[in-house]
């Protein structure tokens, strides 16, 4: 239990100092442009998989 109170403690710090710097506004930017990224190949993969399961039938 200790162990888990330790690490959670150095993930604490860690977050903190990335809240309080700069790092924070661009790893959301990034994370945005990720989202966005992997909404569009979603979008992708299901229609050619519905196109896929038409050319089947």
Same mark, same amino acid.
């Given at each position: 239990? %200790? #162990?888990? %109170?330790?690490?959670? *403690? !150095?993930?604490?710090? %860690?977050?903190? *100092? &990335?809240? &309080? #710097?700069?790092?924070?506004? /661009?790893?959301?930017?990034? /994370?945005? $442009?990720? &989202?966005?990224? &992997? =909404? $569009?190949? *979603?979008? %992708?993969? !299901?229609?050619?998989? =519905?196109?896929?399961?038409?050319?089947? #039938?």
């Amino acid at each position: 239990m %200790i #162990t888990w %109170i330790v690490v959670f *403690l !150095v993930l604490a710090l %860690i977050a903190g *100092l &990335f809240g &309080f #710097t700069g790092i924070s506004a /661009a790893a959301a930017g990034m /994370a945005k $442009i990720l &989202f966005y990224i &992997f =909404l $569009i190949f *979603l979008l %992708i993969a !299901v229609v050619m998989g =519905l196109l896929g399961g038409m050319a089947a #039938t």
